[in-house]
């Protein structure tokens, strides 16, 4: 029987008994981080020497990654750390990184500290697609077996059909949302279909910013961005860890394009034909997000942090928005500056 609000059990005692049962111990600190898919804390131990240290740990959702999804997820993040490309990877403990506690599935990482990167510096933008082309140039070895692709039925069609099935879009707005989506995922589909057979790789599947911590240079260590958070890594086209990257209007993304891109070709070719796919996989976003937010609703913790997402005027703003997404893939696709 699938447990309604599975998190409801996730106490704090759960919490620091999962990690002292590895054999950590645990100080009493205990801090939650912001997430809302899985739940993961920061949590203070005790190292050999006495002194204070920090781990994180990852509590997955249950029901939604099988073993072997997670154990693939692990294994791209400890192959980057082999090939010295700063992502931050599970800690093993007997040869496991997949941990079992009071029925929740754990992970535990070394905490890595760092500020939001500043992406509107053309340096740090050249940086950055230096780093995505490292962990393309390792993604591209080999395809992942179990995890899923990046695909219209799972970001634009079902999705559609969680939201319908809720209920969540009012009455009196439910036609227009329903032609505008119905249009986009037409026009995502037409997109997919003129570019033909796509070449996928393992792709870290979120990079924004949020997933980016800059450190500054200390000492002899030098400083510069690491990524967290490979929970959403599938196959995908190289171009989806890209796009995340721009913003502001189309010649500001221009300019941010050919920095990124600049960096990223001194480790992995791009194709650029994967630019026309841009405005679609945006336009995916833009619809799973709608129906991951309905999926979770009934998660205490979702009404909570998104009451907004239950009001006429949210709906009203994704209905412009995805008739700007219907506009915007009619566009040619962007240039790199």
Same mark, same amino acid.
């Not at 699938?2 to 409801?8: M, V």
């Not at 950590?24 to 949590?43: F, H, K, M, T």
């Not at 993040?77 to 700063?86: D, V």
């Not at 791009?270 to 937010?293: C, K, M, N, S, V």
């Given at each position: 029987?699938?447990?309604? $609000?599975?998190?409801?059990?996730?106490? /704090? !005692? #759960? +919490?620091?008994?999962?990690?002292?049962? #590895?054999?950590?111990?645990?100080?009493?600190?205990?801090?939650?981080?912001?997430?809302?898919?899985?739940?993961?804390?920061?949590?203070?131990?005790?190292?050999?020497?006495?002194?204070?240290?920090?781990? #994180?740990?990852?509590?997955?959702?249950?029901?939604?990654?099988?073993?072997?999804?997670?154990?693939?997820?692990?294994?791209?993040?400890?192959?980057? *750390?082999?090939?010295?490309?700063?992502?931050?990877?599970?800690?093993?403990?007997?040869?496991?990184?997949?941990?079992?506690?009071?029925?929740?599935?754990?992970?535990?990482?070394?905490?890595?500290?760092?500020?939001?990167?500043?992406?509107?510096?053309?340096?740090? &933008?050249?940086?950055?697609?230096?780093?995505?082309?490292?962990?393309?140039? +390792?993604?591209?070895?080999?395809?992942?077996? $179990?995890?899923? $692709?990046?695909?219209? &039925?799972?970001?634009?069609?079902?999705?559609?059909?969680?939201?319908?099935?809720?209920? @969540?879009?009012?009455?009196?707005?439910? /036609?227009?949302?329903?032609? *505008?989506?119905?249009?986009?995922?037409?026009? +995502?589909?037409? *997109?997919?279909?003129?570019?033909?057979?796509?070449?996928?790789?393992?792709?870290?599947?979120? *990079? $924004?910013?949020?997933?980016?911590?800059?450190? /500054?240079?200390?000492?002899?260590? %030098?400083?510069?961005?690491?990524?967290?958070?490979?929970?959403?890594?599938?196959?995908?086209?190289?171009?989806?860890?890209?796009?995340?990257?721009?913003?502001?209007?189309?010649?500001?993304?221009?300019?941010?394009?050919?920095?990124?891109?600049?960096?990223?070709? !001194?480790?992995?070719?791009?194709? !650029?034909?994967?630019?026309?796919?841009?405005?679609?996989?945006?336009?995916?976003?833009?619809?799973?997000?709608?129906?991951?937010?309905?999926?979770?609703?009934?998660? %205490?913790?979702?009404?909570?942090? @998104?009451?907004? @997402?239950?009001?006429?005027?949210?709906?009203?703003?994704? #209905?412009?928005?995805?008739?700007?997404?219907?506009?915007?893939?009619?566009?040619? %696709?962007?240039?790199?500056?």
């Amino acid at each position: 029987m699938t447990d309604t $609000h599975p998190y409801s059990r996730l106490t /704090p !005692d #759960v +919490v620091l008994n999962a990690l002292e049962s #590895v054999g950590l111990r645990c100080d009493g600190r205990l801090l939650a981080l912001n997430s809302y898919e899985n739940r993961v804390y920061q949590v203070g131990i005790e190292r050999d020497d006495g002194e204070p240290a920090l781990v #994180v740990a990852k509590f997955y959702r249950p029901a939604r990654w099988s073993d072997d999804d997670i154990l693939e997820e692990h294994g791209f993040a400890l192959e980057l *750390a082999e090939a010295e490309i700063p992502m931050v990877a599970p800690l093993a403990f007997d040869g496991r990184t997949l941990l079992q506690a009071e029925g929740f599935r754990v992970a535990i990482y070394p905490r890595r500290g760092g500020r939001a990167p500043e992406m509107d510096d053309p340096q740090t &933008q050249e940086w950055i697609g230096r780093f995505i082309g490292r962990i393309h140039a +390792v993604g591209a070895r080999a395809p992942y077996r $179990h995890r899923p $692709h990046l695909d219209l &039925q799972s970001f634009a069609e079902e999705p559609r059909e969680l939201v319908i099935a809720g209920g @969540f879009v009012p009455e009196d707005i439910r /036609p227009a949302w329903k032609t *505008a989506i119905d249009l986009a995922i037409d026009a +995502v589909r037409a *997109a997919f279909g003129r570019f033909g057979e796509l070449h996928e790789i393992r792709v870290h599947g979120d *990079a $924004h910013a949020g997933n980016i911590l800059w450190t /500054p240079s200390t000492g002899n260590a %030098p400083g510069g961005p690491h990524f967290v958070d490979l929970d959403d890594s599938r196959m995908a086209p190289s171009i989806q860890d890209l796009w995340l990257l721009l913003s502001g209007d189309r010649a500001s993304m221009e300019q941010q394009l050919g920095k990124v891109l600049h960096g990223y070709e !001194d480790f992995r070719e791009f194709d !650029d034909r994967e630019l026309a796919l841009l405005e679609p996989l945006r336009t995916l976003r833009l619809i799973h997000y709608q129906g991951w937010l309905a999926r979770r609703w009934d998660d %205490p913790a979702f009404p909570i942090a @998104f009451p907004w @997402f239950n009001t006429p005027r949210y709906w009203q703003d994704r #209905v412009l928005e995805l008739r700007e997404q219907i506009a915007a893939m009619q566009e040619p %696709p962007l240039r790199p500056a």
